[in-house]
């Protein structure tokens, strides 16, 4: 089974890097497409999702 780790953000612009050694990857950036509301790593498969401002 695969667990996918999840991670909230409130900006659209986030950076990837993996986890830690052994287990890290280049680092990319990507950008959270506003009507999708999330994005997927392409090298780790971590999704960040992109939560309005609550406060």
Known sequence: MNIVEIVNTKTSSVSCAGKEVPYDHPKVYLEIDTENGSI???????KFILKDNEA
């Open 40 to 46: 997927v790593c392409p090298y780790c498969s971590k």
